[in-house]
């Protein structure tokens, strides 16, 4: 069904009546404003579910939100899911009643912008209401609350602010707005429509961008709700490993602590608009990660990192900035590393950035010496062997994507990966086989993916995935922290090489990154 909605003209009365709206001395002789309506397929079931995911996600209303906060929920179960309060004592609701309609649900949601220094936090009271028909044991007159048989479902949000000026930017400047589905079960129809409550009469006939929110909240819902009856399942999800409020309100720190001073001192000739931004929210998430791995106060403290095929080392920077001590290497050396080469104490140390080829001692000797005259000075090469327990970063490692979890297992050593391009154990570009899983789209990145997390698990990982909140289209997140069996012996790493298609040739071809240009990450 598309999305062509029918704009209601000014002179259309209130489909609903808000109780509060009668008595409100400023809102005197106006109520809600109707201004678009449109059919849908989908009944009042997937509208609630629909309309409480955007309650619990504002960003996919507004570019300018992060997330909403519940800070109260009168659902005692939910509340619980939610950490909310059923009744907090900070946050009290400011629920409305509506004539003919229960009032089933009240949520006190705090919005989140990501923008905390030209924006502030808002506080919202969100309310659902039904038609009360007979079953749910009420004596009100169907009729009144729409007529026969057809169901309503109403959601009101109001925000926590008694004039215009009180709102920020991110939220239309209305008292209050609504959702209104009606939906007819006989002939599996219904409608849904956007309301707004003026502050004062008139406010909404001359402001077009009024009207275009009100359209774009409804466009919204809409392409939302015609999933849901279309049998849509979110395929994604995020904030599997970490909670978003944890991660979202330390890149909130990050980004305000770094982001314009790295912006401004770019050196590389790639976009310091994604790359700066990625690298934030990459060190968010591990950062988080290590005060749950890493406690303070707990039995084991944090062991060090290293960030291999590190690229322009501004993820190193960023983390050693942050007090985790830890380094970074790659086969070419960037222009950028003469300033973000420093230590976890702030002094300068050349030792945080280095130029290394990664030849793991695996790799067999006799392909090594059949290669020996590209390889560079032995004090370059590094032989992927790290002290028990430091933390394996691999973000668009590339050739190395594939060697992280068999390092890993080596050297006893959690990581991370996040996969970019598609390269095999030989260090050349290649085609990974389709998922396991045949239902998942089989695109080049998904392959890859797939395939990494195979060798992880052989190698003895449980892996963890996580879509991370960055800026990049190859932002999936595998995680090994924990294994599922003892040390491999050699006879084990062996069939591993050979499982995945051998090594033969990988020194040749990493030997090539040195005299080739760098990656662009």
Sequence with gaps: MRFEPEEL??????????????TDTDAAGHGWVPLYRHGCTFGPD???????????????NSSWLFRADILYDDDDDAAADDG?????????PIPRDVKGMLRRRTLVRKLIPRNDRRDQPMEQTCTFHRSSLPDDGDDADVGEAGGGDVIRSLVLYMPHAATAAEL?????????????HEW??????????THFLPF???????DPKLRRMAFHLLQILHKHGQGGASGYVKRVHHDVVIPQPKFQDRYTRLKNRYARELVDSWAESTD???HVFEDLGIAAFLIELWDVMYPAGGDASFPGFVDIGCGNGLLVYILNKEGYSGWGFDARARKSWAQYRTDFTGSPSDQSLEQRLLLPAVVPRSDAASDAHQLPDAAMVQDGTFPPGTFIISNHADELTPWTPILGALS??????????????????????????????????????????RIAEDCGWRVETEHLRIPSTRNTCLLGRTRTRDDLSDAEVDAVLRKYGGVDGYVGNVAKLVKSGPRSH
């Design 168 to 180: 920020p930017f991110y939220h239309p400047k209305v008292r209050g707005i609504a959702h209104l």
């Design 184 to 193: 007819d079960p006989a002939r599996a129809s219904g409608s849904i429509s």
């Design 272 to 274: 310091p608009g994604k």
């Design 9 to 22: 003209p000014p002179s259309t009365p209130p489909l609903f009546d808000d109780t509060d709206t009668d």
């Design 84 to 92: 909310a309060t059923p009744s907090s004592g900070r946050t009290q």
């Design 46 to 60: 997937i509208f609630v579910e629909k309309m409480m995911n955007m309650v619990r996600n504002p960003n996919l």
């Design 200 to 206: 004062r009469r008139g406010d909404l006939d001359d």
């Design 412 to 453: 006893c050593c959690p990581f991370i990966m996040i996969p970019c391009c598609s390269h095999s154990l030989t260090g050349e570009r290649f085609r990974a086989p389709p998922p396991r899983d045949r239902s998942k789209p089989s695109s080049t990145y998904a392959s890859l993916v797939d395939w990494v997390s």
